[in-house]
């Protein structure tokens, strides 16, 4: 899928006192916003249409409940019956278990991980999507690409991912690796302020969230900290 909503937010000029210019870049958001949103509802869709038998659901949520008390071998067993179906959750439950070393009988299988990743990805899940950016960013399971790392962490950002928006916050706020973008940065610290207050995860606190808010936002010109503050209210559905 193409995300237009990432290079319009980064190309979109400053100029100071345009109200024309804060309009178009709010739309931009709210565009990009709608095309992901599909995404999201279509992922649901397929898990529906992958979980109409009773029984099928009841394996799945005995292979995750394995999974969540350290049985590895029996969860492994259950969800690759259910990826070899193509099911979301299976693949995404595989992809957390692979992720990292699991005891000295199960050591990490990051690529195999990555691959339970993009096929859940694939369909929309957003928790993929993330695990996917994650890896790219890193080098973990497939080669380093910040540019790619960089479009997955935003598809998941749009749909409220909170480690996205954080992450996102992060990355062009530093730069080095990434080109700096104070004012993506502060809209999507923004965002994630927002969904921590609602959803914090984690050590992601809404007071750690609003920490890199105020640091973000002390290197902004107001006008700027204006249109990252509207977007973020359009793309949130609330006030930030």
Known sequence: MTVTIASILISQPSR????KTTRRWCL?????????????????????????DTRAT????????????GQFGDAITILGQHAESGHVMAHYSLGL???????????AR??????????????????????LA???ERGIGTAADMKTALRFYRIAAHNNHLNAQFNLAVLLSRGGTVKANP??????????????RTRPQGALTFDKVTKLVKQIRST?????ASQATRAATLLTGQPV
């Open 16 to 19: 100071r006192g345009s109200a």
């Open 28 to 52: 931009a958001v709210l565009c990009g916003f709608a095309a992901l949103s599909a995404v999201a509802t279509q992922a649901a869709a397929d898990i529906i249409a992958n979980g109409p």
């Open 58 to 69: 009841a394996s799945l949520a005995a292979g995750i409940t394995a999974a969540r008390a």
């Open 97 to 107: 278990i692979y992720a990292k070393a699991r005891g000295a009988a199960l050591p």
């Open 110 to 131: 990051p690529k195999l991980a990555h691959r339970h990743f993009q096929a859940a990805a694939r369909k929309g899940h957003v928790g993929s999507i993330f695990e």
């Open 134 to 136: 994650f890896q790219f």
């Open 183 to 196: 004012r993506e940065a502060y809209f999507w610290a923004l965002a994630a302020q927002h969904t921590a």
């Open 220 to 224: 902004l010109p107001h006008q700027a």
